[in-house]
């Protein structure tokens, strides 16, 4: 019987759903800051040049925000990286046993017709573990990367649009 894997482990086995889920949160992230910036920039406005204890609070926090999402997305490109290593041992391993079956299959081939196909998995073995390592490994990383900025864009929209 087959297993079916979920739609989660499916998109990050597939370097086009990752890439596909990056560009989705970018534009999330985005659509938050533009609330949020709005938003902010309304209130300074209002405040003046004397601003409440409330909006000092709030304008502090701004900053403070970008420092705390910076470090987080510094760190958890560094995680990745140390975490990297172990898993393109790992990744490296599997290819190379991909690539030497289908290798051993292709010396075994028996008539002209079978070296050929054996031949193409070989090529598809081959160039499925270059192209695949890289691009998910980079979108892996980018999404890591992108993921405080976005919590926090999107959990401001969401606390100031309730004011």
Known sequence: MRRRRSAATWMFANPFGLWTD???KTG??????????D??????LAAGAVPSARDR??????????????SDSTRAVMAQFANAGAKMNA????QMLSGTS????????RSPAQ????????VRAMNGSA????SLSAARLARGALKPFHARATANAKRLGKR
Do not use: N, P, Y
């Not at 609070?57 to 910076?70: H, N, P, S, Y």
């Not at 289908?102 to 081939?109: E, F, I, N, V």
């Open 22 to 24: 990056l560009a989705w």
């Open 28 to 37: 999330e992230m985005m659509m938050a800051s533009a609330q949020v910036i």
């Open 39 to 44: 938003h902010r920039s309304r209130r300074m």
């Open 57 to 70: 609070r709030e304008f502090a926090l701004m900053g403070q925000e970008k420092v705390d999402a910076a």
């Open 91 to 94: 990744r490296a391993t599997r």
């Open 102 to 109: 289908a290798l051993m299959s292709l010396m075994c081939s």
């Open 115 to 122: 070296f050929v196909a054996r031949q193409a998995a070989l």
């Open 131 to 134: 192209s695949t390592s890289a």
